[in-house]
């Protein structure tokens, strides 16, 4: 598999998973368009990648509006001739709970993570279609927008949001033989460094030793670079099958998300009115279904005490 001849934006991508998502399309050949708030640390990640041999490019500036989607667009095209791959992975947190979340809380996070995936893939779809370019369109996501997670409800809103706009996007795309898919990572990052249940994994990961089996495996959580090599095959001729998907990876795993379905079905003549359905609700349904993410009992040999105030 090899991505020579390709140019690619990565959004947020001067630390963390940007970061290692960047490397590993210009290790596959691809030219890259770093961008990151900080000017600086856009710059040290542009070198990094020169340095170890590949071509690279740095727009400093915040996602979300359309001005810094037109930017990137005219930074690959003008720096490397043409754009044929956009990963969306810029994104920020605000976490608290519904009752104690302000405006700017809700607002920042949409604007960065969804509206910033929406300006970002339509200034890029819309060059690839007006140069024939069968491009990729590779969205982030995470398991909070598949099963929610407590005090997420900006984060949650956005990564669900951004799942539904790639299943739209596959088939607004699909003619002009453009792709989209929505990635799931599972993996270290600043976000899970603060969860003491992934404390051991995090301190190993740190490190540079191996993750212990459990989360690798059992968990399907691992570094950034695990995350990477999917990052690379959807941004490959290899992967011109697979839209509309929402695949989530980790460690030693791979996952496909299913679309929403119906899991029960039941039908009354006449309706189903108020009265009926409390009469009849659970037997015609069943078992409600679970939200958040349920996570097994750490083993003793990989608790950490909970850090002190």
């Known amino acids: 598999m090899t991505l020579a001849g390709k140019v690619a934006i990565i959004t947020g991508s001067g630390r963390g998973l940007g970061l290692a998502y960047a490397k590993e399309l210009a290790r596959q050949g691809a030219a890259v368009v770093i961008n990151d708030v ?4 856009a710059d040290a990640a542009v070198r990094e990648i020169q340095d170890a041999g590949g071509r690279a490019t740095g727009v400093t500036a915040f996602v979300g509006s359309t001005e810094t989607a037109d930017a990137l667009v005219e930074a690959a ?7 044929d791959i956009v990963v969306t992975n810029a994104g920020v947190l605000r976490d608290t709970v519904l009752w104690k979340m302000s405006d700017d809380d809700f607002d920042t996070v949409i604007n960065v993570h969804l509206r910033g995936t929406f300006t970002t893939v339509r200034a890029a779809a819309s060059y690839m279609r007006a140069n024939e370019i069968a491009g990729r369109v590779i969205c982030i996501g995470s398991p909070t927008g598949q099963r929610g997670n407590f005090g997420q409800t900006n984060y949650a809103a956005a990564k669900a949001g951004i799942v539904g706009m790639v299943r739209t996007w596959a088939l607004e795309l699909s003619r002009a033989g453009i792709t989209a898919n929505a990635v799931i990572p599972v993996a270290a990052t ?3 460094a603060t969860v003491p249940y992934f404390a051991a994994a995090v301190e190993a990961d740190a490190a ?11 968990l399907g959580f691992g570094t950034s670079d695990d995350v990477a090599g999917l990052i690379a095959f959807l941004a490959s001729d290899a992967s011109a ?8 990876i980790g460690g030693d795993r791979i996952q496909l998300w299913s679309h929403p379905e119906p899991v029960a079905t039941a039908y009354r003549e006449g309706g189903w009115t108020a009265d009926a359905l409390a009469e009849g609700f659970f037997d015609a349904v069943g078992d409600m279904q679970s939200v958040g993410e349920k996570f097994p009992a750490l083993p003793e040999d990989l608790q950490r005490p909970a850090p002190t105030a």
């Open 38 to 41: 900080d000017e600086a640390t």
């Open 77 to 83: 095209v003008s720096t490397f001739g043409r754009l």
């Open 190 to 192: 600043a976000m899970t």
């Open 241 to 248: 099958r697979v839209t509309g998907q929402a695949i989530g």
């Open 208 to 218: 540079g030793e191996p993750m212990p089996d459990f989360f690798r495996h059992d």
